[in-house]
Every structure is written in C-alpha cells, then in structure tokens.
C-alpha cells in the first residue's frame, strides 16, 4: 500500500511518498543496525581505513555509473541484454556496502546505520529485480542516491571526487528537475556542481518561492553542515530575497535565516565536548525565534545544530551524554530531515533508548517515536486506536521494556490498541 503522507514534524507542507512495508522495514533496519556497531576502532580520518573507505565508495559508484542512468530511463532495467551487468552491479552495491561499516568508527552509528540500510536498499532492489519488477527495482536505486547524500553530508570530509566529475552532466540526466539533479550531484559527491544546481534554481522562475524549502534545506545541510561555508548561504539566501515573488511570509523567513547564519556562524568552529553544550544553546535559542509550532524560523539554527551534535557523538563522551545527543539529534533530523525514507530520526531516538534506558532523553524519545508510529498507522486513516503491525508492536513493547526496566512507572500507560474483531 502507497500513500502520500505529510512530514508533520518538518513543519511544511512537504509530501513523501512512503510504503507502509518500507517503513517497517525501515524501523526494523534502524533497530538491527543499533545491535551491531563494530568493535573497530577507526576513525574516517585514518589514513589506511581511509584508503579502504574509498576503494569500496570506488565499487559502489563504478556500479552506480551504470544503475542511475539506467534507473532515469524508462524501461531502463528491461533489457534482456543488460540484465546481467545489472544485476552484477546491483550485487556488487550491496557487498561494498555491507564492507563500509568496517572502516567506519564503531561510534560512528549514523555512518554505520547509512551503510547497512544502503546494503539492504541494494538487495530489496536485487529481489525486485530479479522477481522482474523492474520499475520497482529502478525505485529502489533512486531510493539507495538518498543513502549517499546522507551519508556525504555527515561525515567530515567536504571535498569532491574527481572520479565522479561532470558525471551527473551527462545527457541521459538532462530531463531531471534540478532539485533530483542537484541530489544524484551530491549522492556521487559533485558538491560544488550540486550547490550550483541549487544556487539557480533558488532564482528560477520555473519553482514557485513557496517551493523552495526543501532546496533551502538541501542547501544549508551541504554547505553548513558538509562544508562549512556560512558565505556561501548566506549569499544563495540574498539572492532569494530578490525574487520579485516572495510573498511577505517567506520573505520573513528568509530574512531570519540570513541573521540566524551571523549569528551562529562562530559556531562553525567548535568540536569535540563543548559541542553538545552548544547546541543544546542553539535549540533553547530556535525555541525563542520559534512563534508557533509549525512556524521555521529556526532552520539554520537546526541546521547548525544537527552538525554540532553529529560532531558530539563522534567523541568518546559517556553513554548518557550521547543518549541526549541522540535525542536531540532525532528532533533536529524530524525537522531537518530530507527524506522521510531514511528513517534517521527513528534510528537517533533508538539510539538514545538504547544507549541510556535510565535517562529522562529515553523517555522523551519513546514518546515521540509512539507518537509518529501511532500517526503512520493510524490517525491518518482516522482511527481513533490504530492497530499496529505485530512486528511494529513488537518493536515499541521492546522499547517500552528497556525504559520500564531502567526506571520503572515512569513512562506514562500506552492506551490499549482494540482488537479489530
Ligand atoms: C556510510 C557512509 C557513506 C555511504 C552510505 C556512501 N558514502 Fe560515498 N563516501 C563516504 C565518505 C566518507 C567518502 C569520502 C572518502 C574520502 O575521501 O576519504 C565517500 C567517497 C565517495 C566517492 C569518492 C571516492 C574517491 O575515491 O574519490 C564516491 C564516488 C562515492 N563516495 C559515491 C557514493 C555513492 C554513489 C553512494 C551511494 C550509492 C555512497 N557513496 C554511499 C561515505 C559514504
């Protein structure tokens, strides 16, 4: 089953498409990825696990330069003649993929989870491929992009890839809306073309000003979060207030986000403990900026501090400090987040469960992962008790159980789901 549903916690209006199947499978990948950080203690930065890193991006993008323009076109998986070299591509994604998580950091449980969910991506797209549902199968690799942008724009290396220069130029990906373009530009790490891409569609005539914010985000993520570079967004945000069709709502939106990246600029500096401190000073001071609770205001603040906080939990600082970390970054990537797909937000509020049962974060966390877990499956349809999948059942009772364990009574009654018959 499909269905359109709304990213209430973004606070926009934007739509993801979303399967309830892949959403399940989602929640399940988020919770098998937290059992299963490696022992490994190397960091991106090392050198020789550098070196191995990128000989398995090298697989993964010689298989992608064949998969996306394929998945672009259409029809492009049903040629009998290419089936071969597609299917040994789709493979080789998911082994280089399911090997990435040995030369990332075990605290590094983002990257670690990215890398296991592009790893299952590669293989529900090799089962639908090899079932002969090509269109799904084509789906499926243009979900897997979605990883890679992840992926790039958390770690803490900004620079382009001369392998994959001017390859999302090619023709065959001409006829795509700037704003895919600019996402396969980022997915194979054309950063500097991707921002380009962005930089003129945020002053085209062709997308409405009251499109624009998820190409605002996308934008901030990569240039704050990736790169760093305050100038550079701060320019792209100027060039939108001259958009002769900005309507004064946006107008006030952009123009705060333009103080906020002055404000918060300095900020861009700091790493290491003194990160989680600071971005709890950034969410405390979106909340000031914040006039209602759909209102986004606070964008580059959450930009800002979903970096800061990504840095933080790449330290070795104490199991309930990251447990807050987590939270925290689950809340930021609920508004932040660019694909609903990914179910990050779900994995970072896991992941403060799981890190520290005993801690007032595993509470909050719990509550808004019922929360949205109830509204997928149920408010939407008006329902007034959903009735959940046993497996996702399962799932929330797990968590439930860590937090009754850890601090007993102080997780509030779920209500009872009524039984259907
Ligand atoms: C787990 C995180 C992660 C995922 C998932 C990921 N990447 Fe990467 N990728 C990286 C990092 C980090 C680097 C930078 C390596 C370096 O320069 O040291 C990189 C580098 C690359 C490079 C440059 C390699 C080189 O030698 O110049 C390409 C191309 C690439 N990735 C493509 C992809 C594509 C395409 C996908 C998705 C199908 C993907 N990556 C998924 C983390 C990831």
Same mark, same amino acid.
């Given at each position: 089953?499909?269905?359109?549903?709304?990213?209430?916690?973004?606070?926009?209006?934007?739509?993801?498409?979303?399967?309830?199947?892949?959403?399940?499978?989602?929640?399940?990948?988020?919770?098998?990825?937290?059992?299963?950080?490696?022992?490994?203690?190397?960091?991106?930065?090392?050198?020789?696990?550098?070196?191995?890193?990128?000989?398995?991006?090298?697989?993964?993008?010689?298989?992608?330069?064949?998969?996306?323009?394929?998945? +672009?076109?259409?029809?492009?998986?049903?040629? &009998?003649?290419? /089936?071969?070299? !597609?299917?040994? *591509? @789709? #493979?080789?994604? =998911? $082994?280089?993929?399911?090997? +990435?998580?040995?030369?990332?950091?075990?605290? &590094?449980?983002? /990257?670690?989870? !990215?890398?296991? *969910? @592009? #790893?299952?991506? =590669? $293989?529900?797209?090799?089962?639908?491929?090899?079932?002969?549902?090509?269109?799904?199968?084509?789906?499926?690799? !243009?979900?897997?992009?979605?990883?890679?942008?992840?992926?790039?724009?958390?770690?803490?290396?900004?620079?382009?890839?001369?392998?994959?220069?001017?390859?999302?130029?090619?023709?065959?990906?001409?006829?795509?809306?700037?704003?895919?373009?600019?996402?396969?530009?980022?997915?194979?790490?054309?950063?500097?073309?991707?921002?380009?891409?962005?930089?003129?569609?945020?002053?085209?005539?062709?997308?409405?000003?009251?499109?624009?914010?998820?190409?605002?985000?996308?934008?901030?993520?990569?240039?704050?979060?990736?790169?760093?570079?305050?100038?550079?967004?701060?320019?792209?945000?100027?060039?939108?207030?001259?958009?002769?069709?900005?309507?004064?709502?946006?107008?006030?939106?952009?123009?705060?986000?333009?103080?906020?990246?002055?404000?918060?600029?300095?900020?861009?500096?700091?790493?290491?403990?003194?990160?989680?401190?600071?971005?709890?000073?950034?969410?405390?001071?979106?909340?000031?900026?914040?006039?209602?609770?759909?209102?986004?205001?606070?964008?580059?603040?959450?930009?800002?501090?979903?970096?800061?906080?990504?840095?933080?939990?790449?330290?070795?600082?104490?199991?309930?400090?990251?447990?807050?970390?987590?939270?925290?970054?689950?809340?930021?990537?609920?508004?932040?987040?660019?694909?609903?797909?990914?179910?990050?937000?779900?994995?970072?509020?896991?992941?403060?469960?799981?890190?520290?049962?005993?801690?007032?974060?595993?509470?909050?966390?719990?509550?808004?992962?019922?929360?949205?877990?109830?509204?997928?499956?149920?408010?939407?349809?008006?329902?007034?008790?959903?009735?959940?999948?046993?497996?996702?059942?399962?799932?929330?009772?797990?968590?439930?159980?860590?937090?009754?364990?850890?601090?007993?009574?102080?997780?509030?009654?779920?209500?009872?789901?009524?039984?259907?018959?």
């Amino acid at each position: 089953m499909r269905r359109v549903r709304t990213l209430r916690l973004a606070g926009y209006a934007a739509t993801a498409k979303e399967t309830i199947v892949g959403f399940k499978i989602r929640v399940i990948a988020a919770a098998t990825a937290i059992g299963c950080a490696l022992a490994s203690q190397v960091a991106w930065s090392d050198p020789a696990d550098r070196g191995k890193l990128q000989q398995s991006m090298q697989q993964i993008f010689s298989s992608m330069r064949l998969l996306l323009p394929a998945s +672009v076109t259409r029809g492009g998986f049903d040629s &009998e003649e290419d /089936a071969d070299q !597609l299917r040994a *591509s @789709l #493979e080789q994604v =998911a $082994r280089a993929a399911g090997g +990435v998580g040995e030369h990332v950091r075990a605290n &590094e449980r983002g /990257a670690q989870y !990215l890398s296991r *969910s @592009l #790893e299952r991506e =590669a $293989r529900e797209a090799l089962y639908l491929f090899d079932q002969g549902d090509f269109e799904s199968a084509q789906f499926s690799v !243009l979900q897997m992009a979605e990883y890679c942008v992840e992926c790039h724009s958390r770690s803490a290396i900004p620079d382009d890839s001369p392998l994959s220069k001017g390859f999302v130029s090619s023709e065959v990906f001409q006829g795509l809306e700037p704003e895919e373009r600019a996402r396969l530009q980022f997915a194979t790490r054309e950063f500097e073309a991707g921002l380009d891409t962005l930089d003129a569609l945020l002053v085209s005539r062709d997308v409405p000003a009251e499109e624009l914010l998820g190409a605002v985000t996308n934008y901030l993520v990569v240039s704050l979060r990736l790169k760093q570079d305050f100038e550079r967004a701060r320019a792209a945000l100027r060039k939108v207030t001259r958009r002769p069709d900005l309507w004064a709502y946006i107008r006030l939106d952009v123009d705060r986000w333009i103080e906020s990246l002055t404000e918060l600029q300095p900020l861009a500096e700091v790493s290491g403990a003194e990160s989680l401190k600071r971005a709890v000073e950034v969410l405390d001071r979106a909340r000031e900026v914040t006039r209602f609770p759909s209102d986004r205001q606070a964008l580059v603040h959450y930009v800002v501090a979903s970096a800061l906080l990504q840095r933080f939990v790449e330290t070795d600082a104490s199991d309930a400090d990251k447990a807050r970390a987590y939270y925290l970054l689950g809340v930021v990537e609920s508004r932040i987040g660019r694909s609903y797909w990914l179910a990050l937000p779900y994995f970072f509020l896991e992941s403060a469960i799981r890190l520290n049962p005993s801690g007032a974060s595993a509470r909050q966390a719990y509550a808004l992962i019922e929360e949205e877990t109830l509204f997928l499956y149920g408010f939407e349809e008006g329902a007034a008790t959903p009735e959940l999948p046993m497996d996702v059942e399962e799932r929330l009772e797990a968590l439930r159980a860590l937090i009754d364990k850890a601090q007993p009574g102080k997780l509030p009654p779920r209500r009872e789901v009524r039984d259907p018959s």
